[in-house]
């Protein structure tokens, strides 16, 4: 459970329960956004703010941006409030992804060799 800042940068609450990655826009997760199944995941990359997707991310202090692309198709891009953060989650989806017996993620760009070990 945590908060997450989507591109645009408005921030949103997710919880990642167990193989599901749930999308609210209030830490009262009344209002449900989206739903991903973690095993539809294709990609993960971490990689560094300041540029993503062509667009400069002003104000942004965390220093690392999370892409998660579901399906080859779409595509979020996720900040938490520290690099730190941002690391912890792209491991436990990865983790969750596995679990739920995704195959497709391959490499995860920008997460050291040993957090994408099975």
């Given at each position: 459970r945590g908060v997450l800042s989507t591109v645009g940068w408005h921030k949103r609450w997710f919880v990642l329960n167990d193989t599901r990655f749930y999308h609210y826009k209030a830490a009262d997760c009344q209002n449900l956004v989206?739903?991903?199944q973690t095993g539809q995941i294709t990609k993960i990359e971490l990689s560094s703010a300041g540029l993503t997707s062509g667009h400069i991310t002003?104000?942004?202090t965390s220093g690392a941006v999370l892409t998660i692309e579901v399906n080859a198709v779409?595509?979020?891009q996720l900040m938490a409030?520290?690099?730190e953060e941002t690391l912890k989650w792209a491991?436990?989806?990865l983790k969750s992804h596995i679990r739920a017996g995704g195959t497709n993620v391959g490499d995860v760009a920008g997460l050291p060799k040993s957090s994408t070990s099975r």
């Open positions: 989206g739903c991903v002003q104000g942004i779409n595509a979020m409030d520290s690099k491991k436990a989806l």
